[in-house]
């Protein structure tokens, strides 16, 4: 069957895919100098874009392995004087998602300027279908310094990545970060980035922006559970600023979570004595208006989650915090998702945006 009369690509030109010209640049991968990957702790040992090691320490379940391979919160920095830039991305499958946007789930969206600063560009450009594509991000721009920043895809894997940059461009390291330390955010696929309409939506990587550390996104959609193998591997993360655990809306129970966020934190604890813990309960949902068993059972998770903090406050560490995550979609929550559940880019704005002042405080020391 041949494409429909009134297809949108031959009526607008600007939503047209794109290809780059093949022999109009140079191509090179961001796993070699000057280029820096962030959000991947586990990269200079394995060598491949996946957010946990390939032969992890602790067995892990195979729906958080096959998670493991989608990039999510993965960074690309550099600095050059290109005045064009492009992507070659090779991905492990297709854009399959019904209520996500091909964007956010194969897309890389350009970012320039330094934390604090970045201005959003661009993002990729390709055919609904292809497991391959290469797209322009910008081209014509001024021959002076830019500080780059690309956001890898959310919801697929990737099994080869190219930046392309005009012939004799000067490429340039990253300038780094206040400090080495990082942030590790371990969650739901709300964390994962479900439903934001490219990668640089997702509130960890929003936050990025507004912190000059690394985030370390530990996202796994619908298999955040808060398994004791995966606190030992976030315990593996080298120079921690920051823990945040956001993990209730996955947790098979509320007797599930009232024993696994202890445990969590006491395994971690091991590890990190004094990295400041950040719990984070769930959002609230659409449908909390009309269905009150919903609310009751955020409201007592929120408790068990708050409590839990409290004992832990109360017999000696001062330095894990509880976040009431029912108020960081404001009064117009009902308005701030795509499906009823996952935020859209309004409610990963306001998730952003509510968690700032809160992290800000925690993590005084670093910026």
């Not at 696929?189 to 550390?213: K, V, W």
């Not at 400041?276 to 009751?296: G, T, Y």
């Amino acid at each position: 069957m041949g494409k429909p009369a009134n297809d949108i690509q031959k009526l607008d030109a600007n939503l047209q895919a794109d290809a780059a010209r093949l022999d109009e640049w140079e191509w090179h991968s961001p796993l070699a100098a000057p280029f820096r990957v962030t959000g991947l702790p586990w990269l200079a040992q394995d060598g491949v874009y996946r957010r946990l090691p390939l032969h992890p320490s602790h067995p892990i379940r195979s729906e958080v392995d096959r998670l493991a391979n989608y990039p999510t919160g993965v960074q690309v920095r550099f600095r050059t004087h290109s005045v064009k830039l492009a992507v070659r991305v090779v991905l492990a499958d297709r854009a399959t998602m019904y209520q996500m946007p091909a964007t956010g789930q194969c897309g890389v969206d350009c970012y320039i300027g330094s934390a604090g600063e970045q201005q959003y560009v661009n993002t990729s450009r390709f055919e609904l279908g292809h497991a391959e594509y290469e797209s322009v991000l910008f081209e014509s721009f001024s021959p002076s310094l830019r500080e780059i920043t690309l956001n890898l895809p959310l919801y697929q894997g990737v099994k080869e990545l190219w930046i392309g940059v005009a012939p004799e461009s000067r490429l340039t390291e990253f300038p780094g970060f206040a400090s080495h330390k990082k942030v590790v955010l371990y969650g739901t696929s709300i964390t994962h980035g479900a439903c934001a309409s490219r990668p640089g939506m997702a509130y960890p990587n929003q936050l990025s922006r507004m912190f000059p550390l690394e985030f370390v996104s530990l996202g796994f959609s619908g298999n955040a559970q808060g398994e004791p193998e995966l606190a030992h591997l976030s315990s593996q993360i080298d120079d921690p600023a920051l823990l945040v655990l956001d993990y209730e809306g996955n947790t098979p129970s509320t007797e599930h979570l009232a024993k696994s966020l202890p445990e969590f934190i006491r395994i971690y604890r091991a590890v990190h004595p004094d990295v400041p813990i950040l719990v984070v309960s769930q959002i609230r949902f659409a449908k909390e208006a009309f269905d009150e068993s919903l609310v009751q059972r955020r409201e007592e998770r929120k408790e068990i989650q708050r409590a839990a903090v409290e004992r832990l406050n109360q017999d000696g560490d001062a330095n894990v915090h509880f976040c009431d995550g029912g108020e960081l979609l404001g009064t117009d929550y009902q308005e701030c998702t795509a499906d009823g559940i996952h935020p859209s880019d309004l409610g990963y704005k306001h998730i952003a945006e509510g968690l700032k002042p809160v992290m800000a405080r925690l993590l005084q020391p670093f910026v």
